[in-house]
């Protein structure tokens, strides 16, 4: 694999753990009273915007959607922590407690990436931004039915997997959007 894409994907990874340790400072973990649907809404609600502006061609409102795809990033680890905290029902959790949080599942990510790069051999580079968004709104389609059916699948992965993609493929828009330099 290209240590090139480990760079980049660690650059943007960097960015994305600190504005969420920033917000974090800002609002505490008010996060923690979301339940996971809730938090897949969140980023259905992010999703749908970057496709919106990517069909209209225009936006009214003037926040980047670079900044939409790092929400993607971090409401997707948000969810990944409230699903290894699920028997905690602390809602206000320290910075310094996430942060190690944070940081094992960005790389659980970063390691499934790794493995899916080297079978497909990085075809994430010749892709367009709009069809990754595509496949990052199709992943939450598919979460959204997984969550319907209580978690239970008979043959697909599970919602932490399809979570895991989405942040692999926000990482990928932003590198190809440059966000990272």
Same mark, same amino acid.
């Given at each position: ?6 760079s980049?994907?660690?650059q943007?990874i960097?960015?994305c753990?600190?504005?969420f340790? @920033?917000k ?8 923690r ?5 809730s938090?897949t809404d969140?980023?259905?609600? @992010?999703?749908q915007?970057i496709r919106?502006i990517?069909?209209?061609?225009n ?6 959607i670079?900044?939409?795809?790092v ?11 409230q699903i290894?905290?699920?028997n ?8 310094e407690?996430l ?5 094992h599942w960005a790389s ?5 990436l790794e493995d ?6 990085e ?6 931004v709009a ?5 990052i709104?199709? @992943?939450?389609y598919?979460v959204?039915?997984?969550e319907?059916?209580q ?9 932490e997997?399809?979570y ?11 590198i @190809? ?5």
């Open positions: 694999m290209k240590t090139q894409t480990i980049e994907y660690n943007v960097h960015l753990k600190e504005l340790k @920033k974090t400072i800002d609002y505490g973990t008010a996060w009273i979301l339940r996971l649907p938090i969140q980023i259905f609600i @992010k999703a915007r919106s990517q069909e209209k061609g936006q009214k409102v003037n926040d980047p670079a900044d939409e795809f929400g993607i990033i971090n409401y997707c680890i948000i969810a990944l922590i290894s905290l699920k905690d029902e602390r809602l206000e959790l320290a910075v407690e942060e190690p949080l944070y940081d659980a990510t970063r390691s499934l899916k790069n080297h079978d497909y051999g075809a994430w580079r010749d892709m367009r069809s990754i968004t595509d496949i709104l199709m @992943k939450l598919r959204k039915q997984i319907d059916n978690g239970k699948t008979i043959v697909s992965e599970g919602i997997a399809n895991q993609d989405m942040i692999n493929y926000a990482v990928f828009c932003l @190809k959007l440059n966000y990272h330099a």
